[in-house]
């Protein structure tokens, strides 16, 4: 979900203001004193990310948490984790010292782990970790590039739980899409509030006066980029779902279908699309959405704004008995609050330690 100067985006967490709430720590995760773990930045071109329609960077930062020396296997298994709408690398990079705290004690009380952050953003503000021809491929450049670079750099796991795919909103739904289109690459799934039930967490962002009162002729103008980003949160954020769920085709490069038509009419077949991009349609429709080998953890707060629990939980029950390990949990407070414990309890779920429930 996103983040706007006004609106839906600071309703849905995983977004810019999101992004900044999930970086306030309990002390649990406070930085101490002889902290060991590292932080590596690595900046590179993702071959994925050339010649992309919208003309963003190809050329991004990755943030990998290293922990220390003496804390560390032989080989290391990873958790890509993807932030949520608007959230990148950057943050995480601005924000290293809470995050080298959380890999160490990840180190010293589960397991050490390598802990990688990449940078999706779009014009738009995010990508939804999908390939598109609206947008570009960047959930190739996730399992591509962003994977091989890692794994040319560090010793790695190659065996057991090698790869995590983890993820908070925007990034849990990454995190649900990227776990069920790439069954080898990814032993287990961390979706944190993950956006999902699309009819309850984005019906209503759609239907909102920012996007519904927009002419489709100034979408165009925007779309075409003969205009500058709307200053709206609720329309960015609907541009970047129609760029990752409704493109137009390979033979019309960064154009898309909007939801509404001429007159201002919604397409239901246009709604359809979106449809069939959501993680709860896709479950529900094939049992081999998820491999039988895999370990999914979902949870979605109890006090979530956009119900995000409501869609994890329907998850869960679509995918529970066609997996390996399967598990839901509904942890204290709203959308953003306690992402960090949240994303701890489930790496402890993950490696089969006791799990400290979230307060």
């Given at each position: 979900?996103?983040?706007?100067?006004?609106?839906?985006k600071?309703?849905?967490?995983?977004?810019?203001?999101?992004?900044a709430?999930?970086?306030?720590?309990?002390?649990?995760?406070?930085?101490?004193t002889?902290?060991?773990?590292?932080?590596?930045?690595?900046?590179?071109?993702g071959?994925?990310l050339?010649?992309?329609p919208?003309?963003?960077?190809?050329?991004r930062r990755?943030?990998?948490?290293?922990?220390?020396?003496?804390?560390?296997?032989?080989?290391?298994?990873?958790?890509?984790?993807?932030?949520?709408?608007g959230?990148?690398?950057?943050?995480?990079?601005?924000?290293?010292?809470?995050?080298?705290?959380?890999?160490?004690?990840?180190?010293?009380?589960?397991?050490?782990?390598?802990?990688v952050?990449?940078?999706?953003?779009t014009?738009?503000?995010?990508?939804?970790?999908?390939?598109?021809?609206?947008?570009?491929?960047?959930?190739?450049y996730v399992?591509?590039?962003?994977?091989?670079?890692?794994?040319r750099?560090?010793?790695?796991?190659?065996?057991?739980?090698?790869?995590i795919?983890?993820?908070?909103?925007?990034?849990g739904?990454?995190?649900?899409?990227?776990?069920?289109?790439?069954?080898?690459?990814?032993?287990?799934?961390i979706?944190?509030?993950?956006?999902?039930?699309f009819?309850v967490?984005h019906?209503?962002?759609?239907?909102?006066?920012?996007?519904t009162?927009?002419?489709?002729?100034q979408?165009?103008l925007?779309?075409a980029?003969?205009?500058?980003r709307?200053k709206n949160?609720?329309?960015?954020?609907?541009?970047?779902?129609?760029?990752?769920?409704?493109?137009?085709?390979?033979?019309y490069?960064?154009?898309?279908?909007?939801l509404?038509?001429?007159?201002?009419?919604f397409?239901?077949?246009?709604?359809?699309?979106?449809?069939?991009?959501?993680?709860l349609?896709l479950?529900?429709?094939?049992?081999?959405?998820?491999?039988?080998?895999?370990?999914?953890y979902?949870?979605?707060?109890?006090r979530?704004?956009?119900?995000?629990?409501v869609?994890?939980?329907?998850?869960?029950?679509?995918?529970?008995?066609?997996?390996?390990?399967?598990?839901?949990y509904e942890?204290?407070g709203?959308?953003g609050?306690?992402v960090?414990e949240?994303l701890a309890?489930?790496?402890e779920?993950?490696?089969?330690?006791?799990?400290?429930?979230?307060?």
């Open positions: 979900m996103r983040s706007d100067n006004g609106g839906r600071q309703r849905k967490a995983g977004w810019a203001p999101v992004v709430a999930c970086l306030i720590f309990h002390s649990a995760f406070s930085p101490a002889g902290t060991a773990a590292t932080l590596d930045v690595i900046t590179f071109a071959p994925a050339r010649n992309n919208l003309h963003d960077p190809v050329v990755v943030a990998i948490f290293v922990p220390s020396p003496d804390a560390e296997q032989s080989r290391l298994p990873v958790v890509y984790f993807l932030p949520g709408y959230g990148s690398s950057e943050d995480f990079i601005v924000h290293s010292n809470q995050w080298l705290a959380f890999t160490q004690r990840i180190a010293d009380e589960i397991t050490p782990m390598l802990l952050v990449p940078d999706c953003r014009r738009w503000g995010g990508s939804q970790y999908l390939n598109s021809p609206a947008q570009g491929n960047y959930a190739d399992c591509h590039d962003v994977v091989s670079l890692v794994e750099r560090y010793l790695t796991a190659t065996n057991g739980i090698r790869r795919i983890a993820g908070h909103s925007s990034g739904f990454g995190a649900l899409r990227l776990g069920m289109g790439h069954h080898p690459l990814f032993d287990g799934v979706a944190l509030s993950p956006d999902s039930d009819p967490s019906l209503p962002l759609v239907k909102l006066p920012g996007v009162h927009v002419p489709l002729s979408i165009q925007i779309e980029g003969q205009t500058g709307p949160g609720d329309l960015l954020y609907a541009l970047g779902l129609s760029a990752a769920y409704a493109p137009k085709g390979v033979l490069p960064g154009r898309f279908e909007w509404y038509d001429a007159q201002g009419h397409r239901p077949d246009v709604w359809q699309r979106w449809l069939a991009n959501d993680p349609t479950a529900e429709n094939d049992s081999r959405a998820f491999a039988s080998t895999q370990v999914v979902l949870d979605g707060a109890a979530d704004q956009y119900s995000a629990n869609g994890a939980k329907a998850i869960y029950e679509a995918i529970r008995n066609h997996v390996r390990r399967c598990t839901f942890p204290p709203g959308h609050d306690h960090p949240r309890r489930g790496l779920w993950i490696f089969g330690r006791p799990v400290q429930d979230v307060q």
